[in-house]
């Protein structure tokens, strides 16, 4: 199988001011990759930018917003004028929320299939003459939720489920013309103190800690992209209650779906 040779490449990481991007972005620039960092709020991506570039890597900050397209258009030109090419973009920006489907107000679904469906598709398209150009790939960050529906996160879910949809579309699309397509299933994360999530109201909330599962490191995770983009991979699902996940609701369903009702039942009747 070819390989990518990393160093000298440029790369977008969207939503990489923080959590899994931040992460994916030191990986990155540790193999020797210019990195284009991204984010809403230019003050958190300028101060993740002056962290990474004080261990002595390559970075540039380009506050945007994924769910905007002319926003994407400008992230792409921009990082083509500072560096002449894009090689690698890595579509990781995303909202999480939790709230049943009865108690969540539709504002919260509106921002969460906005984000996590078009602010996939609209980079995609905007990077795309440019990575046909150097052969360049284009990974997505999915998510076990993105394997069936799960309770309390139907937005989060359908729209984790849909970049199944989007990679197999575009893989069959780029066929022949030497883009890389991936995709990484990520299971829950080690997430830091400033990862949040959108509540029933539309509140940003911090997320609680999940005990209960085993949460994998952002390096870890960082790692495995790392990897899945030098190996040209397709799909990675890098946990083992990703791979468990995947194989029980393929191929028990009906256990699947049995076990997740009763352990939304216990939970709701502990919350009261
Ligand atoms: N954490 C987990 O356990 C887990 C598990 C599976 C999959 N994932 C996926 O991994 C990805 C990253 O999650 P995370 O946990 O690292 O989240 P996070 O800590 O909340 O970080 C999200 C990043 O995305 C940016 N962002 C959010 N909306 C954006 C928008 N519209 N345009 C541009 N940037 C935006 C945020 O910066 P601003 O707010 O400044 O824009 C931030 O840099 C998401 O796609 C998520 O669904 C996470």
Redesign the pocket.
Known sequence: MKRTDLEGKVAIV?????????AIAIALAAKKVKIVL????AE??EQTAREISSSGYEVFPIQ????IYS?CEKLIKQTVEKYGTLDILIN?????MEGSIGNTSPEVFEKVIH??IL?VIYPTKAALPYLMKTNGSVIF?????GFMGLPNYSA?SAS?MSLTAIVQSLKIELEGTGVHVGINY????E??S???FLNQNGEIEQ?PIREQFK?MP?QEIANIFVKGIEKRRYKQTPSLLGKTTNIAQRFFPTFFEWLMTRKYKTEKAAVG
């Open positions: 969207t939503g990489s001011s923080k959590g899994i991007g931040k991204n984010g809403r709020d958190k991506l945007g917003d994924v769910g926003d990781n920006a995303g909202l999480s984000t996590n602010g960050t999915g998510s076990i939720a989060y984790k990520v299971g829950f994360a997430n830091p400033d990862k949040t997320v949460r952002l």
